[in-house]
């Protein structure tokens, strides 16, 4: 059974592991501190103040998460562990934190999504109702929703 809830600092190890776990758009710890600064410590401190996240446990074991940061309207991550994906959970984490920063005063949010055509994320965010915003950060799009255009989940 699929539960979901907010994540805590005590949860940061399982989510850190979904995260190094994923396929596409893969990433080790290493690239995680070097290049993005995120660490067990950052991570806790972060949540501490403007970062909130839920996560998907299957019988106790966490299998998906997401974050996002309501100092600025950025969806940080989404991840699921190979094993579950297809099962809507990422779409249902990822309307947690869409519901949570809108309901914390923006009217748009937005995440970074790898532009290429053949990887997963780019279909699934467009199908939810993300808009590219032809602005690029990084090697990733930046893909915008308002409020007003979320798709039902």
């Not at 094993?83 to 990822?94: F, K, N, Q, V």
């Not at 929703?145 to 989940?153: G, N, R, S």
Request: charged content about 25%; proline content about 3%.
């Amino acid at each position: 059974m699929l539960t979901f809830r907010q994540v805590t600092v005590e949860d940061l190890p399982a989510v850190i592991a979904v995260r190094l776990s994923t396929v596409e758009n893969a990433i080790t710890l290493e690239e995680m501190k070097n290049d993005h600064g995120i660490t067990p410590e950052s991570l806790a401190a972060a949540m501490a103040s403007d970062v909130c996240g839920w996560l998907c446990e299957d019988a106790g074991k966490v299998v998906g998460f997401a974050m996002g940061d309501r100092s600025n309207g950025e969806i940080q991550v989404v991840a699921v562990l190979p094993g579950h994906e297809g099962r809507g959970i990422g779409r249902a984490l990822l309307t947690h934190v869409q519901q949570w920063l809108f309901d914390n005063g923006h009217d748009e949010i937005w995440l970074g999504a790898n532009p290429d055509p053949a990887v997963r994320a780019s279909g699934f965010y467009r199908k939810l109702g993300w808009r590219r915003s032809g602005v690029m950060k990084g090697g990733d799009e930046v893909l915008k929703l308002h409020k007003d255009e979320t798709t039902a989940c």
